[in-house]
């Protein structure tokens, strides 16, 4: 048992859990997060609690952002902003079937040392872009690296908001694109419509995962449409599941009528158990 608190670089962006050790920062607070470039600015948007988890593997704050911090944060928002602009240009000068997603700088020693851009992009293809690197180098005057981005790492870097109303998962708390296939759908008795089974990013949408278990264990135990079954009711035929519910449609033989019933009650080996 430990504390946490959860931070954003930006409003509405991904959020990073941390260790506040002996801190205690309230939403709205401006805190430092070690990085592999140094601290940097976030700001927290969930109170340091209490939680139940253990916090040892989770990294720990730097501290309060003072002053000093929040010039130097300011002045990489500048350079970021900059950098956009001058790839966006470049880009368009040079014909390339390009569109840059997002942008990261790093600070250099104040004379231009050491600084990098890196301009992350998408394309339909491969692209040679030595020229305009080249080009953004002399601009910018700090080394330039370009990072080309799949579709589905495109939506998660830019963000947005999905069919069901809420921030896309992808840039909110999911880690890792696990795969997702068609066969999710048919089971989950989804349309095969793309525009209803696709993300944001044109594929098929990683929240078909997230049940798909539940269907796949259903389907394990429960008789298959078609299947004659016994209710409580009486004989029938199965015409139709409802997973959520855990529960099968039967049409009874008696009157025609539809019957919805408990998976449990219908289940051969279940009844049998019940019945011994």
Known sequence: MGMLCAVSFQRYGRLYYLDPGELRPQVGD??????????????????????????????????????????????????????????KRLIREHGLPMKVVAVDHVLGNGDGGGERSTIYFTAPHRVDFRSLVRDLGATLHCRVELRQLSARDSARVQGGIGSCGRDLCCATFLNDFEPVTIRMAKDQDLPLNPLRISGACGRLMCCLKYEHPLYAKFAESAPAIGARVSTPEGEGRVVGHSVPRDAVTVRLDADGSRSRCSRADVCGPRRAHDTR
């Not at 430092?32 to 209490?50: I, N, S, Y």
């Open 30 to 87: 401006k805190v430092l997060v070690p990085t592999d470039d140094g601290p940097e600015v976030a700001e927290c948007v969930w109170a340091a609690q209490w939680v139940t988890d253990d916090t040892a593997g989770f990294p720990r704050l730097a501290g309060l952002a003072q002053e000093d911090d929040l010039r130097r944060d300011e002045e990489l928002r500048r350079r970021k902003a900059e950098a956009k602009v001058a790839a």
